[in-house]
T-cell receptor, first 115, second 113 residues
Framework: GESVGLHLPTLSVQEGDNSIINCAYS??????FIWYKQESGKGPQFIID?????DKRQGQRVTVLLNKTVKHLSLQIAATQPGDSAVYFCAEKSYSGAGSYQLTFGKGTKLSVIP | GAGVSQSPRYKVAKRGQDVALRCDPISGHVSLFWYQQALGQGPEFLTY????????KSGLPSDRFFAERPEGSVSTLKIQRTQQEDSAVYLCASSFLRGDEQFFGPGTRLTVL
């Protein structure tokens, strides 16, 4: 079936460096993607989203890039801080005929920031 | 303001027991979602409510899983005759309207022995 997945399960970066987390998706009909951050013992927290008609979107210290040609999504975190340590998920939003919509999550990448 | 709350935060059940997990969404949020998150995995969709109507239950893994939201606010996810494979974190999320950003609760960690 359709799936959203990640290339790297773990990523360690030095504090102050930039981080790049990657995600591959297979549903070419997807039109909306979201990045979530999940800290230990907490639910996922929205970071940034992007529509399929965009290639890039920037937020505060974060940038999401979308390459529809190769069905690849990435999250860039600038000047990574210890508080960025968490598991990051990409998710795809899809609508069903039942009037519902749901998020399909990838497996996640654990980001560890080295002080 | 208060976010999404879930109770209990942790639940240990013996195999075969029934459990009930509660979700209090953000006040005024029309849409409510339940997800199941296995260890080391991303959340997986279980079911969706719009007010009190359960519009999508396609993600419920078996007929042992049942969810309700009788007054369009608090929701309960019930699992009957729990099995070890039901061990997971159960996440609840709510959004103001159907397509809006989902706000997640902290989850209930269920361990079935």
């Amino acid at each position: 079936g359709e799936s959203v997945g990640l290339h790297l399960p773990t990523l360690s970066v030095q504090e102050g460096d930039n981080s790049i987390i990657n995600c591959a998706y297979s549903n070419s009909a997807s039109d909306y993607f979201i990045w979530y951050k999940q800290e230990s013992g907490k639910g996922p927290q929205f970071i940034i989203d992007i529509r399929s008609n965009m290639d890039k979107r920037q937020g505060q210290r974060v940038t999401v890039l979308l390459n529809k040609t190769v069905k690849h999504l990435s999250l860039q975190i600038a000047a990574t801080q210890p508080g960025d340590s968490a598991v990051y998920f990409c998710a795809e939003k899809s609508y069903s005929g039942a009037g519902s919509y749901q998020l399909t999550f990838g497996k996640g990448t654990k980001l560890s920031v080295i002080p | 303001g208060a976010g999404v709350s879930q109770s209990p935060r942790y639940k240990v059940a013996k195999r075969g027991q029934d459990v009930a997990l509660r979700c209090d969404p953000i006040s005024g949020h029309v849409s409510l979602f339940w997800y199941q998150q296995a260890l080391g995995q991303g959340p997986e969709f279980l079911t969706y409510f719009q007010n009190e109507a359960q519009l999508d239950k396609s993600g419920l893994p078996s007929d042992r899983f049942f969810a309700e939201r009788p007054e369009g606010s608090v929701s309960t996810l019930k699992i009957q005759r729990t099995q070890q494979e039901d061990s997971a974190v159960y996440l609840c999320a709510s959004s103001f309207l159907r397509g809006d950003e989902q706000f997640f609760g902290p989850g209930t960690r269920l361990t079935v022995l």
